[in-house]
């Protein structure tokens, strides 16, 4: 059982809600992120969202679009963000930790490379707001190859056939937006 399932099913058992914040990983310095994110569980994360830094975060609204940018300047990179990761399981084996990104930093990797690197650096799931699930074949056989929970988005516009689609490629959960 993946750690993001192990913390759902603790919270279920306790009739508790989630709470799962969002930080941009190197906003706005690099030596912040891992403090930042021990800070966070310390004051009740159930989970932690760890933004990816990325140049054109297109889905994203004004202020994590200045987000990336603060981190970008700090020329801060997915091997860093995942580095971040690692040093935070030094001391957190249990919080479960989801990456949010887009698709490009991924590839420039590749599916297997970032999969391994994530895997081994304790990253529990991987949100990618550009990659639907009809394209996704080879980057979910990457990640379920290294127990990582990919878990996309489903809009409110979603049709019954596209709700299927998506809860059938995610696992760990799926990302509702609201609008």
Do not use: W
Not at 30 to 52: C, D, I, R, Y
Not at 56 to 74: C, F, S, T, W, Y
């Amino acid at each position: 059982m993946s750690r993001i399932s192990r913390r759902f099913k603790q919270l279920e058992a306790r009739h508790q809600t989630a709470l799962i914040p969002f930080i941009t990983a190197g906003d706005p310095n690099p030596e912040v992120t891992v403090p930042l994110m021990h800070a966070l569980v310390a004051a009740g994360a159930s989970l932690l969202e760890l933004g990816v830094p990325f140049s054109d975060p297109m889905a994203d609204g004004p202020v994590i679009q200045r987000a990336n940018e603060r981190a970008l300047k700090h020329n801060i990179s997915l091997r860093d963000v995942i580095g971040m990761v690692h040093r935070f399981r030094e001391q957190d084996q249990d919080t479960p930790v989801v990456l949010m990104g887009y698709l490009n930093p991924i590839e420039a990797l590749s599916y297997q490379k970032f999969a391994q690197l994530a895997g081994a650096a304790g990253v529990d799931g991987v949100i990618t707001v550009d990659i639907p699930p009809e394209e996704a074949e080879e980057y979910l056989t990457e990640l379920r190859a290294q127990q990582l929970d990919p878990i996309f988005l489903l809009a409110p516009t979603s049709d019954e056939r596209r709700i299927k689609l998506i809860c059938d490629a995610a696992s760990g959960f799926v990302y509702y937006v609201s609008v």
